[in-house]
């Protein structure tokens, strides 16, 4: 099984920059769909971006253009870069690994604020 582990979260400022990593290891989760969910308080937890195997991301319309998903296969490594980050990006975002069986990591609080 994939264990995935967070890290690279924290406060930050409106219109700055954050960037999460999430660590795979057991299997092989470069074979696998990888991503980023959120979940804020009192909403239900959403899609932030994904990226499969064969290399296409998506992404939620509310982060378009301002984040961006890429691997590092030789770390085994997920990572979401964070640019221009709104108060409204505030929230615990969690790394998952489609093992098949999806595998979250422990999550990462992000908070956006002056």
């Known amino acids: 099984q994939v264990q995935l582990v967070e890290s690279g979260g924290g406060l930050v400022q409106p219109g700055g920059s954050l960037r999460l990593s999430c660590a795979a290891s057991g299997t092989t989760p470069n074979l696998y769909t990888m991503g980023w969910f959120r979940q804020a308080p009192g909403k239900q937890r959403e899609l932030v971006a994904a990226?499969?195997?064969?290399?296409?991301?998506g992404y939620a319309e509310s982060v378009k253009g301002r984040f961006t998903i890429s691997r590092d296969n030789a770390k085994n490594t997920v990572f979401l870069q964070m640019n221009s980050l709104k108060p409204e990006d505030t929230a615990v975002y969690y790394c998952?690994?489609?093992?098949?069986?999806?595998?979250w990591g422990q999550g990462t609080q992000v908070t956006v604020s002056s």
């Open positions: 998952y690994a489609d093992s098949p069986i999806r595998r």
């Open positions: 990226s499969t195997s064969s290399g296409s991301t």
